[in-house]
């Protein structure tokens, strides 16, 4: 099954005015982001800012860089104010080949909460099924949304587990979103991308040592 933009519409729709990106204001914004990406790229480092979710009841945090949709990349840029660039092709891939994470579409509302208003859409932070060393982990995924039904108890869901349960007791729908996004987790509650990679100063010496060697042939 090839992914479709179908749904994707319905997170659109509930952002309200964020359908006017489009407009000569916010594309100014995102040109003005684009350029400070550009001059980011001449430093050795660069900051990227990292969002919060759920996996099995603990904090993670992960980066959006690319995503199939071009007013969900948006969307995203505007979230956090750092720019993530709408890749076409990534709409090729099948979504049965990549992973999935859980976005809220309604439910209790977490537009004032820090870092970034909650998810997306200003509701709960999302839901994702694994982490770097689960296997089947990649960080290729399609979001699927979450919509609490009016007969369910919105409330704070914290891991899959959690949330199949609701969806078993009839309380939410879960949906394809039709869009991939590339979402890799940096941080999670056991390790973090650099856990374990860091030079110790014996090491970072012997680095600069070839360095300087190799400078002088």
């Known amino acids: ?50 969002i919060d979710a759920y996996y099995e009841g603990e904090k993670m945090w992960f980066i959006h860089t690319d995503v199939s949709d071009e007013k969900m990349a948006q969307m995203l840029t505007m979230m956090v104010g750092y720019r993530t660039i709408h890749v076409p092709r990534l709409g090729e891939i099948s979504e049965e080949k990549v992973g999935k994470f859980y976005v809220f579409t309604n439910g209790i509302d977490r537009k004032d909460a820090k870092p970034w208003g909650g998810g997306p859409l200003g509701y709960q932070i999302d839901i994702f099924e694994s982490v ?21 108890t919105p ?4 891991s899959l587990e959690e949330l199949r349960q609701a969806e078993e007791n009839g309380e939410l729908t879960i949906r394809p979103s039709g869009v991939i996004v590339n979402v890799p987790v940096v941080r999670w ?4 991308l650099g856990g374990g990679s860091h ?10 040592k070839m360095k300087m060697n190799n400078m002088d042939m």
């Open 155 to 158: 409330r704070i869901l914290k």
């Open 199 to 208: 030079l110790d100063e014996m090491e970072k010496m012997n680095i600069k």
């Open 1 to 50: 099954m090839m992914v479709r933009k179908r749904d994707w519409i319905v997170m659109l729709a509930a952002l309200g005015g964020v359908a006017a990106l489009a407009g000569s204001r916010n594309a100014s914004m995102l040109e003005g982001l684009q350029a400070e990406t550009m001059q980011a790229a001449e430093d050795e480092y660069e900051t990227i800012p990292v």
């Open 132 to 152: 770097p060393g689960d296997e089947g982990y990649m960080p290729l995924r399609s979001p699927q949304l979450v919509t609490w039904k009016e007969t369910g």
């Open 189 to 192: 509650p056991t390790d973090y």
